[in-house]
């Protein structure tokens, strides 16, 4: 008797969690946002991140086609798994209208299926890979700030151009790492250069000694460091710790400002990098700045812009098709010419990438910091061409050849 | 007797109404391939009082090998199935052959450090994707005719498999083997006196846990449509035991109650803390350690004989 009513208050118990469980609204838009949030890569987007979302609602307007707009978030911890269900979960039971993918190539290359499937717009920003618009494509994928064609067109191109012939590759080993490698590899390779060797080394790890003892045996010039977040500012570090950046030239593959505030300039001074965007490149950049440092305290990074940009961008065009069905969004986005404080020149090409001026930049050194978060100078402005090529990726599927 | 089966059928009838109540099918179908996983590592530690610290070995390398022959070998569902479930016999059967030849402490490092290695070899191997997975497994269809791409017909297929795998443990446990299994479990030494080979009883017992596991595995992968490393990580390992213990070892519902106990709090906590759900859980079971031993319901059936 009492194991039954045991059991019925465990039924009840689960009629109760039932009907607590949001059913798919179908008069909001609801905004998803997938991320590391407590990670190696929290602070690159994170919570930051969501804070620009919510921006560029309230720049909105607060509402599109009198539907309500809601968002959701969650840590995806670095876990393919983790974003690609929580992905399937809010498209099959929150209503989900798009989603914005932060950092981690990995999870992001998990959720475009998610997303081919489900049919859900899915913009790409916080991962570098090239795949996501390349082998990996789908029709729904956009991707938005940067991917590692264009940082090794920039960073790569730029240090061999000044006499760094010889690499050694230290590498995230996930997607993102290995994809970041082989294109700063076949630019080092174009302009005449030789890759010495590489290693790869975990996400998140914090030892970064006997990968960097093996560069250091190879001989080579240059230090390629193909990772990003804390494992980007943790093996500089080291590198400085050990006096190997006396001998090796460091190259920063993928660094972000929140990095290099992290390092100080005292450490990142000189390092070249490539970015899409830096709040201190125009009026405009500055007010938006402005505008997120009085919310997050901190200058945005390039995601976190693209962040606001990709919301607004989506917002606007629901708008101009009156409707949030995928395709016809998507159709509308990929025809329609990005000019906002992200981007003055984008446009989606077929394949899905956002193609925009990039810029490579060089680190500061303490002397030429005039004021707080003047980090960067801009050594060459690239044109969207230039940085990513200007024809579609020939390996995604979707390109007719 | 009576109130066991009509738990059973209030059970029976909750599982099966359970995705027109709303809830979400693919969270309940995660939630049975845990509890079969947990049930498949309960015939083991509850009936046979072997801990094995690898059984994500099975389960996560049989959801590489369903994967990888239904995305790139296209392969049938069921034909990916059986292969994933082959291979992981296969692994329980060379791993069980070395480790059943030691007790206690000594068999559960066995386990762990071969867990450990094919751990690594999914991390090295090209076919397995290394650190982002494999993914985009698609789920078929049965017999080519039952389409299992919309999520309650796959609900009801998982929820066969689950029923199917409960009942033959139960059918185990209670045939002349699964007495030899207990008296293995009540005293080893007598049984070897008593003239069975024990540790032939104690390899068919790891092999067949080792091939549910699998089982299991390879159903997540084609619910879920993916399979990563999480799946055969140690950390995997160390959830089926919590969701055993918490449940009630040697108990027939308890891995399962364990396990959906478990896999809710991830889903819910992992919103609200994070990673902070690893602390939250790890405490959870320091206290069942500590105050209720037997597990849910194993606490539950003891109070009920003992009143009797």
Redesign the interface.
Known sequence: ????S???A??AL??L???S?A?AAADQVVIGDIDD???VYADVIGQGGVEAINMAITEFGGSVLGKKITVLS??H?N????G??KF??WA??NGLTMVLAGSN??VS??MS??AS?KKVPFIAIGAGGASLTGVDCTPYTIHYAYDTTALGNGTASAIVKQGGKTWFFVTA???FGTQLQEAATRVVLANGGRVLGSVRA??GTTDYSSFLLQAQASGAQVLGLANAGTDFSNSLKAANEFGITKTMKPAALLAFLTDIHALTLQTAQGLFLTTGWYWDLNEQTRAFAKRFYAKVNRQPTMNQTAYFSATLQYLNAVKAVGSTDSDKVMAQLKKTKINDVFASDGYIRADGLMVHTMYVMQVKTPAESKYPWDYYKVIKVMSGEEADGSQPDPTCPMIKK | MRAQIAVYVVLMALALIAPLLGLYPVFLMKLLCFAMFACAFNLLLGFTKMLSFGHAAYFGASAYITGWLVTVQGWGTLAGIVGGVAVSMLLGLVIGAIAVRRQGIYFAMITLALAQVVYFICLQAQFTGGENGLQGIPRGSLFGLIGLGEDRIMYYFVLACFIAVFVFIRRIVHSPFGQVLKAIRANEPRAISLGYKVDRYKLIAFVLSASLAGLAGSLKALVLGFATLSDVSQGNSGEVILMTLLGGSGTFLGPAIGAIVVVTLQEYLSGLVGSWVSVIIGAIFVVCVLVFRRGFVGEIERWFAHRN
């Open positions: 008797m009492t194991r039954k045991t059991f019925v465990l039924g689960l009629g969690y039932a009907s469980q059913s949030m407590s990670s969650v840590d911890q876990k393919p798994d983790i690609a269900s399937r979960e099959d039971q190539t990995g290359i998990a299926k998610v499937a080993d996930y997607a975990p996400l």
